[in-house]
């Protein structure tokens, strides 16, 4: 694709005007200070919210239909109580968009943010219905929620498997606790009505303090996600929406409805025409174990080569100290080039954030979710790296700097993604 035939050039995107910053959407900022929040998860729990997520109701014969038809998942097998990763992909395999699934009951089926699914249901031939609902969805995640959570519905939750869902009650609230684990930790949603929320919220807090339970502000709301590695459209990838050709009026409608401006921006030294080189595939962030050829779907045959040879890997990379350190303290050197800011904890204004890493000053890779993490008090990022210059703890370097702007050479070293340990799927009866 050539950047002329796409709807936004790299120059349009770099130039996108900030509407909001992408804290905004889960309150406050802080509660307590953002390192007490981004340190809960992994000592206690918190209580965050990302209810601002759109949530579509689905119902009809075709559901499944209309899912398998336009995600890498299989829909087969698809039990009530479970949800699904799916991930959907123009036709050179880079994704679109990516979302959860929730089969609700035998005919209802609930999922954020797949306005690319419903898309094509309005203009295809599916029986299917689709409904906005306004639900508050709260995630209460930390090696102490599950205790917390079985304390406030007054039974044992240790049944619960990973990404299966069970219906319980709240201060007289009924509830919908689906088990995942966005932190690398054990986690549940709490989806129900939106009028509740306050009751349900007031009575967690009060039952986590004896817990620790911290409230989650939008300081440090993604530092789970860069810890954990869950990369997230529009922070790590652009959506392959502006090469697709069945995608040119659904751009127009998130254009209309003011989603462009608020979450597709570019920023950072990696330096290209062409916007698809924003673009991310499944197998590139390690999701390959996703794609299931038992039906068609968009990108079938572009997934089917690239997981047969795969071209770059997921990678963890850890930010030199010195360097880092170096960036601020030429802030306060009176004469020195004054270089591009490292926002902390992380990058809030919604850009999808991306950096070269140079390997002997070769481009091996490009970097996205740069942050601060006050658990291991280090600066660490997601990264996409070519597979053969892909080693646990070699050196790479990261250009920090905007270009036209005074750049700053990081070292780095390739961790493993995720960078934190995964213990979300952990048994819980030996909690």
Same mark, same amino acid.
């Given at each position: %694709?050539?950047?002329?035939?796409?709807?936004?050039?790299?120059? !349009? *995107?770099?130039?996108?005007? *900030?509407? &909001?910053?992408?804290?905004?959407?889960?309150?406050?900022?802080?509660?307590?200070?953002?390192?007490?929040?981004?340190?809960?998860?992994?000592?206690?729990?918190?209580?965050?919210?990302? &209810?601002?997520?759109?949530? +579509?109701?689905?119902?009809?014969?075709?559901?499944?239909?209309?899912?398998?038809?336009?995600?890498?998942?299989?829909? @087969?097998?698809?039990?009530?109580? #479970?949800?699904?990763?799916?991930?959907?992909?123009?036709? /050179?395999?880079?994704?679109?968009?990516?979302?959860?699934?929730?089969?609700?009951?035998?005919?209802?089926?609930?999922?954020?943010?797949?306005?690319?699914?419903?898309?094509?249901?309005?203009?295809?031939?599916?029986?299917?219905?689709?409904?906005?609902?306004?639900?508050? @969805?709260?995630?209460? #995640?930390?090696?102490?929620?599950?205790?917390?959570? $079985?304390?406030?519905?007054?039974?044992?939750?240790?049944?619960?498997?990973?990404?299966?869902?069970?219906?319980?009650?709240?201060?007289?609230?009924?509830?919908?606790?689906?088990?995942?684990?966005?932190?690398?930790?054990?986690?549940?949603? =709490?989806?129900?009505?939106?009028?509740?929320?306050?009751?349900?919220?007031?009575? =967690?807090?009060?039952?986590?303090?004896?817990?620790?339970?911290?409230?989650?502000?939008?300081?440090?709301? %993604?530092?789970?996600?860069?810890?954990?590695?869950?990369?997230? #459209?529009? =922070?790590?990838?652009?959506?392959?929406?502006? &090469?697709?050709?069945?995608?040119?009026?659904?751009?127009?409608?998130?254009?209309?409805?003011?989603?462009?401006?608020?979450?597709?921006?570019?920023?950072?030294?990696?330096? &290209?025409?062409?916007?698809?080189?924003?673009?991310?595939?499944?197998?590139?962030?390690?999701?390959?174990?996703?794609?299931?050829?038992?039906?068609?779907?968009?990108?079938? $045959?572009? *997934?089917?080569?690239?997981?047969?040879?795969?071209?770059?890997?997921?990678?963890? +990379?850890?930010?030199?100290?010195? !360097?880092?350190? !170096?960036?601020?303290?030429?802030?306060?050197?009176?004469?020195?080039?004054?270089?591009?800011?490292?926002?902390?904890?992380?990058?809030?204004?919604?850009?999808?954030?991306?950096?070269?890493?140079? @390997? /002997?000053?070769?481009?091996?890779?490009?970097?996205?979710?740069?942050?601060?993490?006050?658990?291991?008090?280090?600066?660490?990022?997601?990264?996409?790296?070519?597979?053969?210059?892909?080693?646990?703890? !070699?050196?790479?370097?990261?250009?920090?700097?905007?270009?036209?702007?005074?750049?700053?050479?990081?070292?780095?070293?390739?961790?493993?993604?995720?960078?934190?340990?995964?213990?979300?799927?952990?048994? =819980?009866?030996?909690?």
């Amino acid at each position: %694709m050539s950047a002329t035939s796409s709807a936004a050039t790299v120059a !349009d *995107l770099r130039r996108r005007p *900030l509407t &909001s910053t992408v804290g905004e959407s889960w309150g406050p900022p802080q509660y307590t200070d953002w390192i007490d929040e981004s340190l809960s998860w992994k000592q206690t729990a918190y209580l965050g919210d990302w &209810s601002f997520l759109p949530t +579509l109701k689905f119902r009809g014969p075709d559901v499944l239909r209309l899912f398998s038809d336009t995600s890498v998942n299989t829909m @087969k097998n698809f039990a009530v109580g #479970q949800s699904k990763h799916i991930i959907q992909c123009d036709e /050179n395999g880079k994704i679109i968009d990516d979302a959860i699934l929730s089969r609700s009951s035998e005919d209802e089926y609930i999922s954020f943010s797949t306005s690319w699914v419903d898309y094509i249901r309005r203009n295809g031939d599916y029986d299917v219905e689709a409904e906005w609902v306004d639900l508050a @969805k709260h995630h209460l #995640q930390g090696p102490r929620s599950l205790h917390i959570l $079985e304390k406030a519905v007054g039974h044992s939750l240790r049944d619960v498997k990973f990404m299966r869902s069970v219906n319980v009650v709240i201060d007289g609230v009924e509830v919908v606790a689906l088990r995942q684990g966005m932190t690398g930790e054990v986690g549940f949603e =709490l989806q129900y009505p939106k009028e509740h929320a306050e009751r349900v919220w007031g009575t =967690l807090l009060k039952v986590g303090e004896e817990y620790g339970i911290r409230q989650l502000g939008g300081r440090t709301a %993604m530092i789970n996600h860069l810890e954990a590695y869950y990369p997230t #459209q529009g =922070l790590d990838y652009l959506p392959a929406i502006y &090469s697709d050709e069945r995608a040119k009026g659904y751009v127009a409608e998130l254009e209309e409805q003011g989603w462009l401006d608020l979450y597709y921006r570019i920023a950072g030294s990696f330096e &290209s025409d062409d916007v698809a080189d924003w673009y991310r595939s499944p197998v590139e962030f390690g999701w390959g174990n996703r794609i299931n050829f038992d039906h068609d779907f968009a990108g079938a $045959e572009a *997934l089917r080569a690239e997981l047969a040879d795969p071209r770059r890997t997921g990678a963890t +990379l850890v930010w030199n100290a010195d !360097d880092v350190v !170096d960036v601020y303290a030429s802030l306060f050197r009176k004469g020195e080039p004054m270089p591009d800011f490292m926002e902390l904890p992380q990058e809030p204004r919604g850009y999808v954030y991306a950096d070269q890493v140079l @390997k /002997n000053g070769e481009l091996v890779g490009v970097t996205s979710s740069r942050g601060y993490s006050a658990y291991f008090r280090e600066m660490i990022s997601l990264a996409v790296i070519d597979v053969e210059h892909f080693a646990i703890g !070699d050196e790479v370097t990261v250009i920090w700097g905007n270009p036209g702007t005074p750049q700053r050479e990081i070292r780095a070293t390739i961790a493993p993604a995720p960078y934190k340990e995964n213990r979300a799927r952990v048994d =819980l009866h030996t909690l």
